[in-house]
């Protein structure tokens, strides 16, 4: 079977992605990112729906040298109890200059290494904060350059990136998650950067969007 | 004056493009990448040249969690006297997966957060090794990327990468920096990991072979 890598954060998204992929059997190799984000929390659920899911991983530290954003400086406001709608009209200070870029090249990387043809990408259009690096038109202008800079590119196959999700609502990938059996309790979402969720962020405010319309409790926030 | 971010490896392309830019007065912030590179000398040449130039910087540290490179895994043998015409007929094991589309994202990351509106890369695709990360249409193809997927690109004249050596000879590279008062003898070309160049492998053949056509000593290997 070929292999796969695959970006997981350990919110909703990449934790849905995973347990998707697992079911249709994909051998994946997981990436998970310290980059010193605020919300380093995230890590630990990344790390055990990882372990969970028996997906092998490596966990890349990367301490960018500039700020200049809301999840890597706390100087820097993170906005708070913005209605959903509103979220996708900017692009708010919790964009961090051109993460996903730099993951997305580190998992090319990582992928031409090991020879797997394909990473998978938990990024979300439709319920999400605005953010470029999530746009289907940036995906696929990336894997055009992928094609072109690569040595796997000029000789075989290039490696493609996939974002199933990228064009789903919260709603949907939160039913595609349950279908799935992913414990949505051992997910992170929240910014804040503290130990229970805000629930006053962006990331909180769509997932207890998501959740409503899906109809079930988020069980990270109605479990004692 | 405009900002702009340049990739520095203490190489003789590099180093040249420092120069040059500077003699123009470019204001420069400059990125260094520790990626624990066999060569890791480099990065002695990169620093020294950059404090001459008085060019603020700051150093990334990268590892790799793969192999797949001569650069990066001492297993992995070096090309050696190989000729310098056929080294760009194919991709040689010196080849670092997606080592320059990581090296540029981060790039890019650095201009988006302090406001440069260009990344200046010493790539060459005339005397080089085949690396499909130093030609021209990788390039323009990442310069879409960037645009599509960055802040900055969304709101105002995207960042772009320039690489004005990219067509140039090594005998060219060579003549321009002398032009530019560059000490060719604070560069490093050679991959082999030791304390002298080595003098067989493609990165010391091609900077000999530069030298011979620009008709004077290279003082990095003429000195005692």
Wanted: contains cysteine; aromatic residues 8%.
């Amino acid at each position: 079977m070929s292999k796969a890598v695959i970006l997981v954060s350990g919110g909703l998204d990449s934790g849905t992605l995973l347990y998707y992929l697992k079911k249709k059997k994909v051998s994946l190799h997981a990436l998970v990112f310290d980059y010193k984000q605020r919300h380093k929390r995230e890590l630990k659920s990344a790390v055990a729906l990882l372990r969970v899911a028996k997906v092998p991983f490596e966990k890349i530290e990367l301490e960018f040298p500039w700020k200049g954003s809301a999840l890597t400086d706390k100087k820097v406001k993170l906005p708070k109890k913005r209605s959903v709608k509103r979220m996708s009209t900017g692009i708010p200070s919790t964009y961090v200059p051109a993460r996903n870029l730099i993951f997305l090249s580190l998992a090319t990387g990582y992928a031409e290494a090991i020879g797997a043809e394909k990473i998978y990408y938990g990024a979300n259009a439709l319920d999400y904060s605005g953010y470029p690096d999530c746009r289907p038109d940036f995906i696929e202008s990336l894997n055009q350059t992928i094609k072109k800079g690569t040595k796997r590119g000029d000789e075989k196959k290039a490696i493609k990136i996939e974002a199933p999700l990228v064009n789903k609502t919260k709603k949907e990938i939160i039913e595609i998650g349950k279908q799935c059996g992913l414990d949505f309790g051992k997910t992170w979402s929240c910014y804040s950067g503290g130990k229970k969720p805000c629930g006053e962020c962006d990331s909180c405010l769509i997932r207890a969007k998501g959740f409503t319309e899906a109809g079930f409790p988020d069980p990270l926030t109605t479990k004692k």
